[in-house]
């Protein structure tokens, strides 16, 4: 395996469900992302992990809980969503996330998640 | 917070042409911006970056900064049809440059 990889894919639940999505990364980075990408709208930062902390939360909803266990993982917890959070989720890393980088993300193939 | 703003497309140009993209920044302090590339189900691709001192050249991308009219230009010389993807403009949030703004994006189309 390399780069970054998301399961599932594709997911469909119901509103009351309770999911989660994974991010595995074979980079090497300290830091890893959750963006959410919608139709016809900018990517939207979610949240953002350096070495294992979480260092932004961007005034994202509770039903929607990130977990990052060591630096090469990723999980976003997800429960009682609503339709408008069906999206594509992207997962993210980067080497560090000091400043004066390249700004380089590397990104995950997404996961497509579709709520009912 | 800042904006980055683009024009949604698509662009369609014919093959061997020059494409060109644009994006309009808010904050006037933006020191760095940066090109993705991403096509249809698939995710981004940083392709391009490019700092305040001057524009970038990397085999047909060229990556040019306006800092008077606040916008950056990606310029594809000799589109191939492989270059049909939609192009994110991204600039570094105001606290490091690991908090990328995205822009929602460019569809570009090359005609054979």
């Known amino acids: 395996e390399t780069g970054v990889t998301q399961t599932p894919r594709h997911l469909v639940m119901g509103m009351t469900n309770k999911k989660s999505l994974k991010c595995e990364q074979h980079l090497g980075h300290n830091a890893m992302y959750w963006y959410k990408q919608s139709a016809k709208k900018p990517l939207e930062l979610m949240f953002v992990y350096s070495l294992e902390e979480r260092v932004e939360n961007n005034s994202v909803p509770s039903r929607f809980s990130p977990e990052c266990p060591n630096s090469s993982h990723l999980f976003l917890h997800l429960h009682t969503l609503q339709p408008e959070d069906s999206a594509l989720y992207l997962c993210?890393?980067?080497?560090?996330?000091?400043?004066?980088?390249?700004?380089?993300?590397?990104f995950g193939e997404g996961s497509r998640l579709t709520v009912l | 917070q800042k904006e980055v703003e683009q024009n949604s497309g698509p662009l369609s140009v014919p093959e061997g042409a020059i494409a060109s993209l644009n994006c309009t920044y808010s904050d006037r302090g933006s020191q760095s911006f940066f090109w993705y590339r991403q096509y249809s189900g698939k995710s981004p691709e940083l392709i391009m970056f490019i700092y305040s001192n001057g524009d970038k050249e990397d085999g047909r991308f060229t990556a040019q900064l306006n800092k008077a009219s606040q916008y950056v230009s990606l310029l594809i010389r000799d589109s191939q049809p492989s270059d049909s993807a939609t192009y994110l403009c991204a600039v570094p949030g105001m606290d490091s440059s690991y908090k990328l703004i995205f822009g929602s994006g460019t569809r570009l189309l090359v005609r054979p």
């Open positions: 993210a890393s980067s080497q560090d996330t000091s400043g004066g980088g390249t700004g380089e993300l590397f």
